[in-house]
């Protein structure tokens, strides 16, 4: 069964982005209460609690007893949203239920086993989370927490399906009750490390350029000192003239 959680909300009647962001200045959350046959209802939340509330993975999958003068009702929380960048909660939408009628939520999934899992322990694969949460269906006195996915048996490149969770009494997994795919939730299997050929960096436009002519003309002066031109004898040295003996 889930937690308890108790919200007292206040009516408030003016709506639109103006007065929504006054709401906020004054530490308060927009929020609209709906459902079960009843008209929705507008009302303010305390934001300091509600960031407290959201911050616990428990707020989220449990029946709510929500207070707004004087009459209580059960809800779940249905949808928030948050400021795109600020630690701010900007609206949040709560849903009445009946305790005679069946709900589907969301809940998440703990993953056990991993580090026991043949497969890792003995073979060096790794655990992949395919799947975070499910959608689930069920009365509101059934509803869980969380589903525990155990993965202690899984070998190299084998999987846990939806269908190999156990499920609570009175819980079914809603797209499994709708024909959907029995799906993966979380395999074992091993990375492939991919080998890149080194990369050799082309030289600069400018270096390439100026590097052709400096090796043309070093061959050419190799040419013209090393090599006698055809038809021609080379040169022999020219030799001093002898100094003249004086005569006696």
Do not use: W
Request: net charge neutral.
């Amino acid at each position: 069964m889930s937690a308890k959680f108790e919200l007292t909300a206040e009516p408030r009647s003016a709506k639109g982005t103006g007065a929504s962001r006054r709401l906020r200045r004054s530490g308060k959350v927009p929020a609209v209460l709906y459902g079960a046959g009843k008209q929705p209802t507008m009302v303010a939340l305390d934001h300091n609690l509600m960031t407290r509330h959201l911050a616990n993975e428990k707020f989220h999958t449990s029946i709510l007893t929500v207070t707004v003068g004087g009459e209580t009702d059960q809800a779940i929380l249905r949808d928030f949203h948050m400021h795109p960048y600020k630690p701010i909660v900007m609206h949040v939408d709560l849903q009445r239920i009946s305790a005679t009628e069946k709900i589907h939520m969301k809940v998440p999934i703990h993953f056990v086993g991993g580090d026991v899992a043949p497969g890792v322990k003995i073979d060096g694969g790794v655990v992949t989370h395919l799947m975070n949460e499910i959608d689930i269906t069920c009365l509101p006195k059934d509803l869980p927490e969380f589903l525990t996915a155990d993965l202690s048996a899984l070998g190299l490149n084998e999987s846990v399906h939806l269908k190999d969770i156990k499920l609570p009494e009175g819980v079914a997994i809603t797209s499994l009750t709708h024909g959907g795919d029995n799906l993966a939730v979380a395999a074992v299997s091993m990375i492939k490390v991919v080998e890149e050929a080194p990369v050799v960096a082309a030289p600069v436009e400018g270096e390439a350029a100026a590097a052709a002519p400096a090796e043309g003309e070093a061959k050419a002066g190799e040419a013209k000192g090393g090599e006698a031109k055809k038809g021609e004898a080379p040169k022999a040295e020219a030799k001093k003239p002898e100094a003249k003996k004086e005569g006696k």
